[in-house]
């Protein structure tokens, strides 16, 4: 049902990092379900993870590890290895010490990842089998495969690249994520890997990660359910034959920011495309906030609201509900005398009630598209947000009601 989501375009090969695919039959038998991703030797890794207090062991272990000289990321899909205790850190350690011993690195080199189902045991034997077939398989190219490798729900592959020159040089940026269902985030996406053969000092590479993950994952939202497993990598090879950036100023620096900024967006806007049952790609853009957090509360109290989610799934432009959801959002001392909202470009409510000049077929028009915008003018000050989302079909009850079967 993927909204305006269609194949992959080209996905730049970053040189110093490569991808391999494996099958591990986690879930189903054949299904390519392992990823093994190997940085050069010097690469720098930032990340960024959920803010979940059950996050997943692996979550846990990733996070002391990133700091340190990073070689390979393993991921696994259709188990989360979250809510699993000591059990699932051992199990985590066990697959990264495995994959050392194969590519012959220090055990703390490697970093994992899972997303699946919660609760249940790692199947470390299962992926510990598929981890030589991966490492047979890394190459530059190999980014679609494992845009496909780490789906779980999602009906496609997620991934964006971007390319600029510098000084005669060609830099690439490229990345992928996935993610469709228990989306919103608190620092990133579901899972998602960006990499550039820019060479940036990790600590410019991590204030950058985090800017980006803001303004893009910490920006959508499918159903306000924050994973256990959110993790999102950027990966800086250093291959490029540039100066390494050293401070978040400069020409070079501005043209990687932008290219990692439009990744980011691009990935996390296919996150909400391909939501679980979604038919309505939905932008929620909040102006005249005082603040940028009240821009952000009244964003997702509409985001978030089951009555407008079914609303917009029913093309229905209830719009009382949009204004019942800006009331409530939490905003001290909201005057509604001042608040417009806006269908698209239509003004359906005026001064806190209905505009005048609004009929139901304009309301109607709009809602009947697979695109919609909601613009809420708060009339407080000069802050905005903008939050995107979408739909609550009954395509979305299913895939969760069955999810486990």
Not at 116 to 130: R, S, T, Y
Not at 173 to 191: D, Y
Not at 326 to 339: E, H
Request: aromatic share 4%.
């Amino acid at each position: 049902m993927a909204v305006g989501l269609g194949p992959l375009s080209t996905l730049h090969p970053v040189p110093g990092f490569e991808l391999g695919i494996a099958s591990a039959g986690i879930k189903r038998p054949g299904r390519k379900d392992v990823v093994v991703m190997r940085c050069a030797e010097g690469a720098n890794v930032a990340g960024v993870f959920t803010l979940n207090a059950f996050c997943a062991a692996p979550v846990i272990l990733a996070k002391k590890r990133v700091l340190g000289r990073v070689r390979y990321l393993l991921t696994n899909t259709g188990n989360a290895n979250a809510g699993t205790g000591e059990p699932g850190l051992l199990n985590a350690a066990r697959t990264c010490a495995s994959l050392a011993r194969l590519a012959g690195v220090d055990e703390g080199a490697v970093l994992p990842f899972s997303t699946g189902v919660i609760g249940e045991p790692l199947p470390v034997e299962k992926i510990e089998g598929a981890l030589q077939a991966a490492l047979d398989d890394l190459a530059e190219d190999h980014w679609a495969e494992a845009a496909s490798g780490i789906m779980t729900t999602d009906t496609l592959p997620k991934g964006a690249s971007r390319q600029f020159v510098h000084d005669g040089v060609t830099v690439t940026v490229t990345g992928i994520s996935k993610g469709a269902g228990m989306i919103k985030p608190n620092m990133a996406t579901m899972l998602g890997y960006i990499a550039t053969d820019a060479k940036v000092a990790q600590g410019v590479l991590q204030d950058l990660l985090r800017d980006a993950a803001n303004k893009s994952f910490n920006r959508i939202t499918i159903d306000g359910d924050t994973s256990t497993n959110d993790c999102c990598m950027l990966i800086a090879t250093g291959q490029a034959a540039l100066p390494e950036i050293t401070q978040a100023s400069g020409a070079l620096f501005a043209a990687l920011k932008q290219a990692v900024f439009e990744v980011c967006m691009e990935v996390a806007q296919a996150i909400v495309r391909d939501g679980e049952g979604a038919t309505k790609f939905v932008t929620v853009q909040v102006n005249g906030g005082a603040t940028h957090q009240e821009c952000l509360d009244v964003g997702y109290a509409v985001a978030h609201s089951p009555l407008i989610k079914t609303a917009l799934f029913a093309s229905d432009p209830n719009w009382g509900r949009i204004l019942a959801a800006v009331g409530r959002a939490g905003v001290a001392q909201l005057d509604v005398s001042k608040i417009d909202v806006f269908l698209g470009e239509v003004c359906i409510a005026s001064r806190g009630c209905r505009a005048a000049s609004y009929t139901e077929e304009q309301g109607a028009a709009v809602m009947a598209a697979a695109e919609i915008t909601i613009r809420i003018e708060l009339g407080r000050g000069s802050c905005s947000e903008t939050i995107w989302t979408t739909d609550l079909s009954h395509e979305y009850v299913k895939i969760n009601a069955e999810y486990r079967t």
